[in-house]
């Protein structure tokens, strides 16, 4: 069953969110795979039609078609489809994952399909363009929470709205080198003060999350596995890139 295995996997973004954790190397091995700085910006930009698709795959097309799709451009995300929906599709690059114990998070290969509902698009695309802001202006990891926790403190990220959630069920992402686009999921959002609300990471608990802190982020993350992808196919264990 896909809930008893995702158990033994620790929630740290996601993302639409991030799940970084390098996978482990022999003892003898010291090599640094990932950047400890940011890495060439063209290295993280996608064509535009393909990034468009991608963004769209994070939710069941009902939900997709009619959805805003944003790219990341060279200045940053940018409106490249206007929806009606009210939901906001985009590819989450590495910098989204927390900036505590995540060696990916400069990874150029990190793609992280989602596809916020109205209520959580309000917060959580504020979110994505402050930290996209900071990264772009060549940002230490340092320097991007500093800078995120002084727009936090300026009120430029809006307060989490009830019913806030998000689509990840894209098997066409690359949520982190370690486990590929991991399961299809959805992830739900509730102030920090509340991470307690939902049961995560409790035992025999199919809720995932909420007890990892995203300092300076004021927001509390849940992700629930769910057994299709988008496009409708059956997920299970052997559909798990690693």
Sequence with gaps: MILKTVRVIVWAFVAAFALGMARQLPAQETPKPYPTSMAPLDRYLMDRNDEIALARSAAPPSIAKAATVLVLGKDGYETAVQGTNGFVCNVDRSWMDAFENTPEFWNPRRRGPVCF???????MVPLLMIRTRLALAGKSKLEMKEGLKAAVEKGEL???EPGGMSYMMSKQGHLSDRDGHWFPHLMFFAPAKDAGTWGGDRPDSPVIG???ARDPEPIAIFAVTVDKWSDGTPADDHTRAH
């Excluded at 509902?117 to 917060?123: S, V």
């Design 210 to 212: 909420g007890s990892a």
């Design 117 to 123: 509902n109205p209520e959580a698009a309000k917060t």
């Design 158 to 160: 809006p307060a989490v």
